[in-house]
């Protein structure tokens, strides 16, 4: 209802006594206003449920239900509560006008009275009636657009993320890849030349059992025997470690997906090994964190989904890195003596469209009244300077809004939480990577 619609507006008038409805309602109408009428208040509660007004002009003194009655159970009604209420009555004590206010009414008109105050009133009721109408419709625009204020900027931050994390991933293998193939390359021709070496000395040994003085005195000085079986065991290691730096430009390349900007079949599996590969070092107990234990159960025959990898990568990696950060705050509050910090991985098939990953741990859990906000951007419950507030919010509108699946949250306090990821096998709508 706007400015030019007031005179249309409708108007409930309850009263007991039927001149005086006939009266107002004959005024009203002349004025163009669409009026109803209830000659008691339980007719009138009845009226307001069957379709609520535009206003109400409520006598107070009436048989049963009296028109404070009304009014209050009116304004205890969230449906209803908005509904202008003016008070028509011949009352005119001061005490039975505050009790008016008191109980919600927005004006009092005594009676007898005059019909251009009435109309007065009722314009002026509409009227600011009409203002709050148009300021909830603003303030609901206003949140809208913050709102999607907010998710621009969380988008903005995420393409910036994924930019960097790409030049990131694209400079190390560029810096990495060519001394680690020589390394690697060299070291089986290395380990055969210490073999040989150590064959040919051990060959002199036996041909020249009894050496000089001066060559066992070296020998001994150096700890020869020692150096033979040591050494190949340092090659080794070197095999060892270069191997596992292969892995972790492995896990790597596959965590950022770099150059996949668009939708592919993936295996859920090896996004998770890829995560557990890069953050392994957060998990065994050293000075700075409690040694964790991760206990995966993988459905068997899980199969590929078509999505934005790197993306998924990134929700994998922020569930995970979130229950570390939860364990990690509830190892340093009080706790049983047999707790063992865990995270528990789970995947499976829900129905032949879609798959999920569950990331369980059983920290300290998260309150009630902060599980509603926990999505939103910028709201965070850890400490300054632990987090902006971004990862779950990035990581449900990945979810959610990327690929049309799900991501619930589940968690009762001082047991823990777990957050369930519900992902589509195949697309249902394809929108560009942001």
Request: a negative charge; charged letters at 20%.
């Amino acid at each position: 209802m706007n400015n030019q619609n007031l005179a249309s507006a409708d108007i409930l008038i309850v009263d007991d006594v039927p001149e005086n409805i006939r009266l107002l309602s004959t005024m009203l109408m002349d004025f163009g206003f669409r009026v109803r009428k209830s000659i008691n208040g339980k007719m009138a509660l009845m009226a307001v449920k069957a379709l609520k007004p535009d206003l109400i002009l409520l006598d107070i003194n009436m048989q049963g239900i009296n028109g404070y009655q009304v009014c209050e159970a009116l304004k205890n009604n969230p449906d209803t509560s908005e509904i202008p209420i003016i008070f028509v009555s011949a009352i005119n004590q001061i005490e039975d006008k505050i009790k008016a206010f008191q109980v919600g009414g927005v004006d009092y008109i005594t009676k007898p009275f005059q019909v251009e105050e009435v109309m007065a009133r009722i314009h002026n009721q509409l009227k600011i009636q009409n203002l709050q109408r148009d300021l909830q419709l603003q303030n609901q625009q206003l949140k809208a657009t913050q709102k999607q204020l907010a998710a621009t900027q969380v988008e903005l931050i995420q393409k910036e993320k994924m930019v960097a994390l790409n030049q990131l991933v694209a400079g190390i293998f560029h810096e990495l890849n060519n001394p680690i193939n020589f390394i690697s390359g060299n070291l089986d021709p290395a380990y055969q030349y210490v073999e040989d070496i150590i064959e040919l000395i051990n060959l002199y040994r036996q041909e020249y059992p009894h050496p000089s003085p001066q060559i066992l005195a070296r020998s001994e000085k150096l700890e020869l025997d020692f150096i033979l079986e040591d050494l190949q065991k340092l090659i080794r290691s070197l095999k060892t470690g270069i191997k596992r730096i292969d892995q972790i430009m492995l896990a790597l390349r596959i965590f950022s997906r770099t150059n996949e900007a668009e939708m592919k079949s993936i295996d859920l599996h090896e996004c998770l090994n890829s995560v557990l590969h890069l953050i392994r070092h957060r998990l065994p107990g050293n000075n700075h964190n409690i040694e964790i234990k991760v206990i995966q159960q993988k459905a068997e025959n899980l199969p590929f989904i078509t999505c934005y990898a790197g993306l998924i990568n990134q929700v994998i990696m922020n569930l995970i890195n979130n229950a570390i950060d939860s364990l990690q705050s509830a190892d340093s509050q009080a706790h049983e003596s047999d707790w063992v910090p865990t995270i528990w991985i789970t995947t499976e098939q829900v129905n032949p469209n879609r798959v999920a990953i569950r990331i369980r741990d059983n920290g300290m859990g998260i309150a009630p009244e902060l599980q509603s906000r926990l999505f939103d951007p910028f709201f965070t419950t850890k400490t300054v300077g632990q987090g902006m507030g971004l990862g779950l919010a990035t990581s449900y509108q990945i979810v959610v809004e990327k690929h049309n699946g799900q991501l619930i949250l589940s968690s009762i306090p001082g047991e823990g939480a777990e957050f369930r990821v519900e992902l589509p096998i195949a697309p249902i709508s394809q929108g560009s990577v942001t």
